[in-house]
């Protein structure tokens, strides 16, 4: 049997590059050996690619190790830095063809023959040029496929005050909100705080319009936390959103799919900080996910098809997790945002949700890959030709 030679694309030019690594180490261990040759392509926080033994040392060790060149059992360097690396152990042979360095300081492109030796991408990049529509727009000139949503419901996906646009089109309930520029805040902070004041009040919820996994996230009380936490946004971030804070339950949903998407069961998170925010999810590990969720079959099926009508809002394909809040004392169900590549490791809550649901792990992998290669082949078949 012919394997599936599947490129996975990780790291990346974010603040969720940690995260990313994490996820990526999780899909190549689970994608079976018989059915694929995997790939590895690394991107450090500069934006350099490279793909094999080097992609593999980052996996094992971190980006440090490629300062160091490997010796074998009698002290002989194997790979150095600077030089192309020998084999990509366990990969694959389709890996020890392209185990190489994909960019030098005098190069930023992919070359053509790593490309043409993948039958699919799996880019694991969360966050800013990876989940974004960056990299989904080049591999669509390169015409390779790849697993997740396309160019514009990547961008929209990620862009909280574009998805918020679409979702109010869409007539999908959600929690009010105002945003501004860096440039807004910057030259005129008393008109964004006015603004802020008199359409939310106090508590809200702060946030960079382009990032995910809670980066850059501040809850504010008052007008002095409402100015440093939009300070805090703004690093990460040209545009930044303020929400209104409600008391609310938070409940998650995985969809899967592509043009006839499927959504899990909930999961609800109760975090073990005031909201869920990047140390409630990665370091203090106290967070609880409970899986399914504690609630009414009527809610479960409503957020299962709201999840799904999201999804759809913004064109989505391949995966997507869907977040939503419940008003506490009302069970008012309020859409919160749309993840378009969330995290992927066997802990990240997109595949417990799926697990809980009947889909182990990895046969998630492989329906996504499926669901990569059925997208591109709908996207061959438009014409890109006219005859007048």
């Given at each position: 049997?012919?394997?599936?030679?599947?490129?996975?694309?990780?790291?990346?030019?974010?603040?969720?590059?940690?995260v990313s690594i994490e996820s990526a180490k999780?899909?190549?261990?689970?994608?079976?050996?018989?059915?694929?040759?995997?790939?590895?392509?690394?991107?450090?926080?500069?934006?350099?690619?490279?793909?094999?033994?080097?992609?593999?040392?980052?996996?094992?060790?971190?980006?440090?190790?490629l300062q160091t060149p490997r010796t074998d059992?009698?002290?002989?360097?194997?790979?150095?830095?600077?030089?192309?690396?020998?084999?990509?152990?366990?990969?694959?042979?389709?890996?020890?063809?392209?185990?190489?360095?994909?960019?030098?300081?005098?190069?930023?492109?992919?070359?053509?023959?790593?490309?043409?030796?993948?039958?699919?991408?799996?880019?694991?990049?969360?966050?800013?040029?990876?989940?974004?529509?960056?990299?989904?727009?080049?591999?669509?000139?390169?015409?390779?496929?790849?697993?997740?949503?396309?160019?514009?419901?990547?961008?929209?996906?990620?862009?909280?005050?574009?998805?918020?646009?679409?979702?109010?089109?869409?007539?999908?309930?959600?929690?009010?909100?105002?945003?501004?520029?860096?440039?807004?805040?910057?030259?005129?902070?008393?008109?964004?705080?006015?603004?802020?004041?008199?359409?939310?009040?106090?508590?809200?919820?702060?946030?960079?319009?382009?990032?995910?996994?809670?980066?850059?996230?501040?809850?504010?009380?008052?007008?002095?936390?409402?100015?440093?936490?939009?300070?805090?946004a703004a690093k990460y971030d040209r545009k930044?959103?303020?929400?209104?804070?409600?008391?609310?339950?938070?409940?998650?949903?995985?969809?899967?799919?592509?043009?006839?998407?499927?959504?899990?069961?909930?999961?609800?998170?109760?975090?073990?900080?005031?909201?869920?925010?990047?140390?409630?999810?990665?370091?203090?590990?106290?967070?609880?996910?409970?899986?399914?969720?504690?609630?009414?079959?009527?809610?479960?099926?409503?957020?299962?098809?709201?999840?799904?009508?999201?999804?759809?809002?913004?064109?989505?394909?391949?995966?997507?997790?869907?977040?939503?809040?419940?008003?506490?004392?009302?069970?008012?169900?309020?859409?919160?945002?749309?993840?378009?590549?969330?995290?992927?490791?066997?802990?990240?809550?997109?595949?417990?949700?799926?697990?809980?649901?009947?889909?182990?792990?990895?046969?998630?992998?492989?329906?996504?890959?499926?669901?990569?290669?059925?997208?591109?082949?709908?996207?061959?078949?438009?014409?890109?030709?006219?005859?007048?």
């Open positions: 049997m012919t394997k599936i030679r599947v490129g996975v694309v990780f790291g990346g030019k974010s603040g969720e590059h940690e999780s899909v190549i261990e689970a994608l079976d050996g018989n059915k694929y040759d995997v790939i590895p392509i690394a991107i450090d926080k500069q934006g350099r690619w490279s793909a094999g033994e080097r992609a593999l040392r980052v996996l094992e060790g971190g980006w440090a190790t059992a009698n002290g002989m360097q194997t790979a150095p830095p600077s030089s192309p690396a020998s084999s990509a152990a366990s990969m694959g042979s389709s890996s020890e063809e392209v185990s190489q360095t994909v960019q030098t300081a005098q190069a930023s492109v992919i070359p053509e023959r790593v490309m043409d030796s993948i039958d699919v991408l799996f880019p694991v990049l969360h966050g800013s040029y990876g989940e974004d529509g960056t990299v989904q727009g080049m591999f669509e000139l390169l015409d390779v496929p790849y697993v997740g949503a396309g160019v514009a419901a990547s961008s929209v996906g990620m862009d909280k005050i574009l998805m918020k646009r679409m979702f109010a089109a869409m007539g999908l309930p959600q929690v009010d909100y105002v945003y501004c520029t860096r440039t807004e805040w910057e030259t005129n902070p008393t008109a964004v705080t006015t603004r802020v004041e008199e359409r939310l009040g106090y508590p809200c919820f702060v946030k960079p319009a382009n990032l995910g996994s809670s980066v850059g996230i501040s809850k504010a009380k008052s007008q002095a936390e409402l100015h440093k936490a939009i300070d805090t930044v959103i303020v929400e209104q804070g409600v008391d609310v339950r938070e409940v998650e949903v995985a969809v899967l799919g592509n043009d006839t998407p499927k959504a899990s069961v909930p999961g609800e998170v109760i975090p073990c900080n005031e909201f869920y925010d990047y140390r409630a999810k990665y370091l203090d590990g106290e967070s609880t996910l409970m899986i399914p969720a504690p609630i009414s079959d009527e809610l479960t099926e409503e957020i299962r098809r709201l999840a799904v009508e999201a999804y759809k809002a913004i064109d989505c394909s391949g995966l997507a997790r869907v977040d939503f809040f419940i008003e506490k004392g009302t069970d008012r169900v309020l859409l919160n945002e749309i993840n378009t590549m969330p995290g992927f490791t066997k802990f990240s809550m997109y595949p417990k949700l799926w697990e809980a649901t009947g889909v182990r792990y990895a046969a998630l992998i492989d329906q996504l890959l499926s669901y990569a290669i059925e997208r591109a082949g709908e996207r061959r078949r438009s014409q890109i030709e006219f005859d007048v």
